[in-house]
């Protein structure tokens, strides 16, 4: 069993920044990927950003160029520094991460709470 917990969200004002943390606990063995999700009012969930071992990192196409996503795996956890920030990027932002929780487990996937950050002046 692995526990995702966020933290950093909260009120910013258009043009403002603000650093979402996640920090995973648990049995891991591996760290396949971890990153961000979020969920704007009466739309679908979407890719923020992700960092695969192996692979790199991705951005979702509205946030390229104003996030940053980091992955420190000596301590497990993984940042979004945001910025630039407007309106349209108020919604539920989620830590995701999918781990392996042995040598030959199965990847797994585990999420969040959920963390609120809205956009307003």
């Known amino acids: 069993q692995v526990q995702l917990v966020e933290s950093g969200g909260g009120l910013v004002q258009p043009g403002g920044s603000l650093r979402l943390s996640c920090a995973a606990s648990g049995r891991i063995h591996y760290i396949v990927a971890m990153g961000w999700y979020r969920q704007i009012p009466g739309k679908q969930r979407e890719l923020v950003a992700s960092?695969?071992?192996?692979?790199?990192?991705n951005y979702g196409d509205s946030v390229k160029g104003r996030f940053t996503i980091s992955r420190d795996d000596s301590q497990y956890t993984v940042s979004l520094e945001m910025n630039s920030l407007n309106a349209e990027d108020t919604a539920v932002y989620y830590c995701n991460g999918i781990f392996r929780t042995s040598t030959f487990s199965d990847d797994m996937t585990y999420w969040g709470k959920g963390t609120l950050v809205t956009v307003s002046s």
């Open positions: 960092v695969t071992s192996g692979v790199g990192k």
